[in-house]
């Protein structure tokens, strides 16, 4: 096993987050295997899910580096820009989101809450954002520091090989985990869309010698995508931290769950996702953990996890993005 120097971090997360069996779910779907899901939707309510592992070091790093602004990017609804806002708020940061899309005529889910955490929110149209996102977030950075202001833009999702070491940290907590739970291997299904999460619990599968597989269930784009993200993301880190590259970074992607697109669920994830909030008390969202679970139980039913009992579901939040789809919920059933 590698040791590793880890950088410093700002304790924001609830952590350890609980690694549960889902026992209705196991007899329900399990087709012979366990069900298990790591709680990560839970650690924190206003910072919930992954984004905050990641932000963790993010925000130190800026601390230690003499930041006192955060620019950040993402969709209307994303759960990063939110997480990144009540960062801010919480440790007197100010922070600046570059938003994709027209700007809403009714604030609600995350979008609502980046403005009460305080954030200055900007919406560009979505052809404009995927042409400039670059020179946009470019323009406001050179704007601060224009008014004194130093700040640090943070990309897409906290994904780089900073943001990394949150899910490679949460490698170690999941050693433990599986130890407690005597899980001697399994595989780890998460939901990938910007590539970090993935990166770093590859990376800490890989460096730490975990008996894991880990899989990215992409909710956009395609599988050569990511495993280039996630390969690029590993090597900024090696190159950012110094540390090496484990011998085989073992990037798997079941692709196939995107569905219409970004951010658009089918009839089917909308119905798994009340099946599992009666069924286990869990609520999954359209955007990221819903698609992933469907594609996890789809590649049960397919025969992919044959062999290996256990299978654990990484929650990774996302629970805002439910209420501006709350439309796509059917209870006429
Ligand atoms: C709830 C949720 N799950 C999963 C993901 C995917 O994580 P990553 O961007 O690290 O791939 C995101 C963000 O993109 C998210 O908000």
Same mark, same amino acid.
Request: net charge positive.
């Given at each position: 096993m590698t040791s590793l120097t880890f950088p410093r971090r700002v304790e924001?997360?609830?952590?350890?987050?609980p690694l549960q069996l889902l026992t209705r779910a196991t007899e329900h779907w399990g087709r012979g295997h366990r069900l298990w899901i790591?709680? /990560?939707?839970?650690?924190?309510?206003?910072?919930?899910?992954?984004?905050v592992r990641k932000l963790e070091f993010i925000a130190a790093y800026a601390l230690d580096h003499g930041y006192d602004t955060l620019i950040t990017c993402g969709g209307l609804q994303s759960n990063h820009c939110r997480a990144t806002a009540f960062v801010g708020a919480q440790l007197g940061l100010k922070v600046h989101l570059v938003l994709?899309? /027209?700007?809403?005529e009714r604030a609600e889910g995350n979008y609502l809450l980046d403005h009460l955490a305080g954030a200055r929110v900007s919406c560009y149209p979505r052809a404009q954002y995927l042409r400039e996102q670059a020179d946009l977030l470019e323009h406001w950075r050179a704007d601060y520091a224009r008014r004194g202001h130093k700040a640090l833009v943070i990309p897409t999702g906290g994904s780089d090989g900073l943001g990394a070491w949150g899910y490679l940290a949460a490698c170690e907590e999941l050693a433990r985990d599986m130890a407690a739970a005597e899980l001697p291997v399994g595989h780890l299904v998460t939901a990938t869309g910007s590539g970090g999460t993935q990166a770093g619990l590859t990376l800490g599968v890989g460096l730490l010698d975990l008996p894991v597989t880990v899989w990215g269930v992409n909710v956009c784009d395609d599988e050569q995508t990511f495993l280039d993200k996630v390969a690029a993301d590993a090597a900024d880190w090696s190159r950012r931290s110094g540390e090496a590259l484990p011998a085989k970074l073992d990037v798997r992607v079941l692709d196939g769950y995107v569905g219409e697109g970004y951010a658009r669920a089918s009839r089917e994830v909308f119905q798994l996702i009340a099946d599992l909030a009666a069924l286990e008390g869990v609520l999954l969202d359209p955007v990221y953990t819903g698609k992933a679970f469907l594609g996890m139980l789809r590649e049960i039913a397919a025969g992919r996890?044959?062999?290996?009992?256990d299978i654990v579901f990484l929650?990774?939040?996302?629970?805002?993005?439910v209420f501006p789809q709350a439309a796509g919920f059917d209870f006429s059933r």
């Open positions: 924001l997360a609830r952590r350890p987050t790591k709680r /990560d939707d839970l650690t924190g309510c206003l910072l919930s899910g992954n984004k994709r899309g /027209d700007t809403p996890f044959e062999g290996c009992r929650h990774t939040g996302g629970v805002f993005g």
